[in-house]
């Protein structure tokens, strides 16, 4: 390929480059590079939502058995926290660009053979290698950002891949019911395959070469500890909402990830250069900003897991419908995402957050006194306020954090931030997904059914429409969709007040900055 054709190679150095000379070295280009990146973002955080529509399509026709289902989610998330760290100091020590279209090709493949494939352990695998190439993407996507823009630039660079990271989550069960709608289940890997041969292409053109010589060497017992900690964690956390908190498995699980990661901290902090950078958090604003989207992730996990089963279930609507009935949290993400950068420069990144999170918890409170008998009139308004919390608070604290790294560090911090991330949203599932089932089940009245039937009952609305077509009569349906709801409304009250807090939290501890100085001089 002509070397002409992509900008020229950048080694990072231990210190971020001056104002001036980043900015007289600064290419024209550098703005369509990052369109090549958020459209890798963007294509990454819809795959993490788009089997929420899908999954009853393809468990159907695979013939999956239940576990099987649950495998073909959480295969995924299990292998992309687990390499997350890995995978950010791979990209330091070696190469920025070619570990994110190393990234970008493997999900291409994995996809491609998710979308061929007939039987559920190939679909696992299959996932797992997604989740893989995510891990890979999503930190060097971000890690990029200090070679290809000078500093004036950075914040708002960095606030667009989060914008693109944050839309994904509502546009996956949109793409996913419209594909679904017109196209085979398969359909929902292949989308991904052209729009990654696309980011391919447009990185290798357009992305300069990035990485940090002095990075330390891949430490082989600290990576194994780390991808056997966060796998474990996020298994664990997964596996203890189904089974129990008590289970043997579930204890054991969590009792490992505890070891292994503690091993992990305790080596990190006699090495001069580790792979888990703890020192990073010794910045009071990369602390508190990561610690505001590891809570926002918590939180938003809580909206995303009862909303489309309410849309579907109770309101009766199809995938396609789940999907649009998300728009005007959609509507909400895009205009905020127009006015963080502004509102950063005159109010300052703490303020911008903390503002964030009280509209976040003011939707979810809102949203919480859902009654059975609501309709969709009522969830619209709250969840473009939902919307519109989320993109001002989640956009600027990534922006905040990734912004005080230094450069030859972008791709560890990163890594440790969607981690953390990555982690929050995992308990947020565990802790969100137990509430709502004890609330269902405490509600829903099975009186008059065999004792299988109200177990089967108990286990979700699903299940209980399923036996009330099959004979159970409408008074179950009707008892499940209103034990739905107000299984939903403890769910969003408990996120509502989580937001509560980490708003009050932020404003307390997080350092507040010159507002003039957040922005972009040009």
């Not at 391919?200 to 056997?228: G, K």
Request: aromatic share 6%; charged share 10%; net charge positive.
């Amino acid at each position: 390929m002509d070397s002409h054709a992509r900008l020229p190679e950048v080694t990072v150095p231990a210190a971020p480059p001056t104002p001036a000379t980043a900015t007289a070295t600064a290419d024209p280009r550098r703005w369509l590079a990052l369109v090549a990146v958020a459209l890798s973002v963007l294509v990454i955080s819809f795959d993490m939502t788009i089997l929420n529509v899908a999954l009853p399509t393809l468990a159907g026709q695979l013939r999956a058995t239940t576990g099987q289902q649950q495998w073909i989610v959480d295969a995924y998330t299990v292998v992309f926290a687990a390499a997350m760290l890995p995978a950010g100091l791979l990209g330091d020590r070696f190469s920025r660009r070619r570990t994110l279209t190393a990234g970008l090709a493997l999900f291409g493949l994995a996809s491609a053979v998710g979308m061929l494939t007939d039987s559920p352990a190939t679909l696992i695998a299959a996932r797992a290698g997604m989740g893989l190439a995510g891990a890979l993407v999503m930190p060097m996507s971000l890690a990029v950002i200090p070679g290809l823009f000078p500093p004036a630039e950075q914040r708002r660079a960095t606030a667009v891949l989060a914008a693109a990271l944050s839309a994904g989550a509502p546009l996956g069960p949109l793409i996913g019911g419209f594909l679904l709608q017109h196209l085979w289940w398969g359909s929902v890997f292949a989308i991904n395959v052209p729009l990654t041969v696309i980011g391919i292409v447009a990185c290798v053109l357009l992305l300069p070469e990035s990485r940090n010589p002095a990075a330390p060497r891949i430490d082989l017992p600290a990576t194994v500890l780390a991808a056997a900690g966060l796998g474990a964690l996020t298994y664990g956390v997964i596996e203890g909402a189904e089974r129990g908190w008590t289970d043997p498995l579930v204890i054991g699980t969590l009792a490992g990830s505890v070891i292994a990661l503690t091993v992990l901290v305790l080596r990190s902090r006699r090495q001069h250069d580790p792979m888990l950078d703890l020192g990073l958090l010794a910045d009071r604003t990369f602390r508190w900003s990561s610690a505001a989207a590891t809570l926002i992730s918590f939180v938003l996990f809580g909206a995303f897991f009862v909303l489309p089963l309410y849309f579907q279930s109770v309101l009766g609507t199809d995938a396609l419908g789940s999907g649009l009935r998300l728009m005007p949290m959609m509507l909400g993400l895009m205009v905020a995402a127009k006015l963080t950068d502004p509102l950063v420069r005159r109010i300052g990144t703490r303020t911008v957050i903390a503002v964030g999170l009280a509209l976040l918890s003011a939707a979810l409170l809102f949203g919480s006194r859902t009654g059975a008998a609501d309709g969709y009139g009522r969830a619209a308004p709250w969840l473009v306020v939902l919307g519109f919390g989320m993109g001002l608070s989640l956009i600027t604290a990534q922006a905040a954090a990734l912004v005080t790294l230094p450069a030859a560090r972008a791709g560890v911090g990163s890594g440790l931030l969607q981690t953390l991330r990555q982690v929050g949203g995992a308990l947020g599932i565990a802790v969100f997904g137990s509430l709502l089932s004890g609330a269902y089940r405490g509600a829903l009245d099975t009186g008059g059914l065999p004792a299988g039937a109200a177990h089967r009952a108990g286990e979700s609305v699903v299940a209980a429409d399923a036996l009330a077509r099959a004979g159970g009569g409408p008074a179950l349906s009707a008892s499940a969709h209103a034990a739905y709801v107000h299984g939903m409304g403890v769910v969003l009250l408990v996120a509502g007040l989580v937001a509560v807090v980490s708003a009050v939290l932020v404003t307390a501890r997080m350092p507040a900055d010159t507002p003039a100085a957040e922005g972009d001089p040009g």
